[in-house]
């Protein structure tokens, strides 16, 4: 594709329920990262994946944070049982290779826990 | 990765050039600089990266010291567009950190 996409867009829930996020990254990159931006707060580093695999995953803030990754192309994030401090801009970002490789950020998609 | 230094805003002139400054005084041999930018509610956007030698692209240019300590982001002529936060990163690594960047107004 042109470049990475992501949805939804937004998305509104109540604390408790189940979420999923969607990335599409740039077609052809192997590396696919998943970042969370809080408001008026830094990027965080969430997870990173190589091909299917997902070599660091130290980010992730607690188990109920999980992310997969089929084919090599498309991810999804879910977030069980969220929480409001769960709330933030979810960006995820591909890259050709890995390590050193330019990262390409998507819209990013706008949680907000009720 | 090495932390980095930057004026927390500054205004520029439509159709003027932008200097954006970066102070990186612990970068390691490996680490390239970044420049990334994000307007209001989008995602970060890449602008340009370097190692040693100076760049340029479509979108702006990047002034290295032979040091690689500082290094300089113009953008040649500001439009309102350009009106955004801009970080500085230096990276060798699959984790970028976005510090709190500088904030460009370009006023018209």
């Known amino acids: 594709g042109a470049g990475v996409s992501q949805s939804p867009s937004n998305k509104v829930t109540e604390k408790g329920k189940d979420v999923e996020l969607r990335c599409d990254p740039i077609s052809g990159h192997t590396a696919l990262y998943w970042y969370r931006q809080s408001l008026g707060q830094g990027l965080e580093f969430l997870i990173y994946?190589?091909?299917?695999?997902?070599?660091?995953k130290s980010g992730l803030p607690s188990d109920r944070f999980s992310a997969e990754r089929t084919g090599g192309s498309v991810s999804t994030l879910t977030i069980q049982r969220t929480q409001q401090e769960d709330s933030a801009v979810y960006l995820c970002a591909s890259s050709l290779v890995g390590v050193r490789e330019t990262q390409y950020f998507g819209p990013g998609t706008r949680l907000l826990v009720l | 990765d090495a932390k980095t230094t930057q004026p927390t805003s500054m205004d520029c002139a439509e159709g003027r050039a932008a200097n954006l400054p970066c102070n990186h005084s612990?970068?390691?041999?490996?680490?390239?600089v970044y420049w990334y930018r994000q307007i209001h509610s989008q995602g970060p956007q890449y602008i340009i990266h370097?190692?040693?030698n100076n760049e340029t692209n479509e979108m702006a240019s990047l002034i290295i010291t032979e040091d690689r300590k500082s290094s300089t982001l113009i953008l040649p002529h500001a439009t309102l567009r350009d009106t955004a936060v801009y970080y500085c990163?230096?990276?060798?690594?699959?984790?970028?950190?976005f510090g709190a960047g500088t904030t460009v107004t370009v006023r018209a």
């Open positions: 370097g190692l040693k």
């Open positions: 612990t970068i390691s041999g490996n680490e390239y």
């Open positions: 990163i230096v990276h060798n690594d699959y984790k970028l950190s």
């Open positions: 994946f190589q091909g299917n695999s997902a070599p660091d």
